[in-house]
């Protein structure tokens, strides 16, 4: 069963994937990538994964929202 979620958490969920997304989007972009890079942009891909698995989530995004996501 799917919890039941305020308007202001969804758009925080929201807001959060989309942080990951530029932490990925800025680590892919060096040439030379740490370990600390390479573990923080696993972490942030599959913080995307995650809520790109959960029903409410992806309901509440704009078509342009799931595209940029779904592309992790």
């Keep these: ?19 990951s997304l530029k932490i990925v989007n800025d680590i892919k972009s060096k040439e030379e990538k740490t370990e ?8 942030n891909e599959q ?6 698995a959960k029903d409410w989530f992806v309901d509440a995004l704009t078509e342009e929202q799931r595209k940029e996501l779904k592309e992790i």
């Design 47 to 52: 913080h995307i994964r995650i809520m790109m």
């Design 1 to 19: 069963m799917e919890e039941e979620l305020t308007q202001e958490e969804i758009a925080w969920a929201i807001s959060a994937a989309y942080d």
């Design 36 to 43: 600390e890079d390479k573990d923080s942009l696993s972490r």
